[in-house]
């Protein structure tokens, strides 16, 4: 017989199944609130809406995340971190150029894809310094060293000149990436065709600025 099984203190597995179910109802909370703030918005969205999608009692919503505000914030911690962050990029291309555009590329799909849960979250950040810095802190520590990472690489083949600031670089395109993505697709309605030229306007003369010049 298991010694530590028979002399474990009974009230530790029942704290541990506690904390199991308090995780797996937040958890449904900020799946439901996901839903809710995309398709209703921030202001229209309710916390009996979200806690009814979730099957749980709406007063959980302000003991875990102390409101509404609160909640969102959750939400955008745990999401938009996994959502823009970047990474999950098709394996670097053969030559800068090609590889610029295929990012490029990749950030206008993943914004147009995004773009309800997106347009929540910018607008809160107008108003809400909390979700201001947490998607500021998504560029800083995820989009932005991803991109970096890529650029390394070639410049490590020779493709970059030894002196380029690459953390710029990367702070810039990331930057880029929204604006085409978000701005000119879903704020702007832009064509496109249209975008899609830009795109490959942008990557030719930011990789040919990095080349190493003889």
């Not at 999401?79 to 590329?105: I, N, Q, V």
């Not at 990749?106 to 849960?117: E, I, M, P, V, Y």
């Not at 701005?183 to 795109?199: H, K, P, S």
């Amino acid at each position: 017989m298991d010694e530590s099984a028979s002399t474990a203190d009974p009230c530790c597995g029942d704290a541990g199944n506690r904390k199991r179910d308090r995780e797996a109802t937040k958890g449904s909370l900020l799946d439901a609130a996901k839903m809710v703030f995309a398709e209703r918005g921030f202001d229209a969205a309710t916390t009996r809406e979200i806690a009814g999608r979730a099957g749980v009692n709406e007063q959980l919503i302000q003991r875990y995340f102390s409101g509404k505000s609160g909640l969102l914030l959750a939400v955008v911690e745990r999401y938009w971190r996994e959502e823009t962050g970047g990474c999950a990029l098709p394996p670097p291309a053969d030559d800068l150029e090609t590889d610029l555009a295929h990012f490029l590329h990749a950030q206008l799909k993943h914004s147009w894809q995004c773009r309800d849960f997106t347009r929540v979250v910018l607008a809160r950040a107008l108003v809400d310094t909390a979700i201001a810095d947490e998607m500021a802190r998504t560029l800083s520590e995820s989009r932005i060293p991803c991109l970096l990472k890529r650029l390394e690489l070639f410049r490590a083949r020779g493709a970059i000149a030894a002196d380029a600031d690459l953390a710029n670089v990367a702070a810039g395109i990331a930057t880029l990436s929204f604006g085409l993505g978000f701005l000119d697709q879903v704020v702007f309605g832009r064509d496109g065709e249209r975008v899609c030229a830009v795109v490959g306007t942008l990557a030719h003369t930011i990789a040919h600025g990095l080349t190493p010049r003889s």
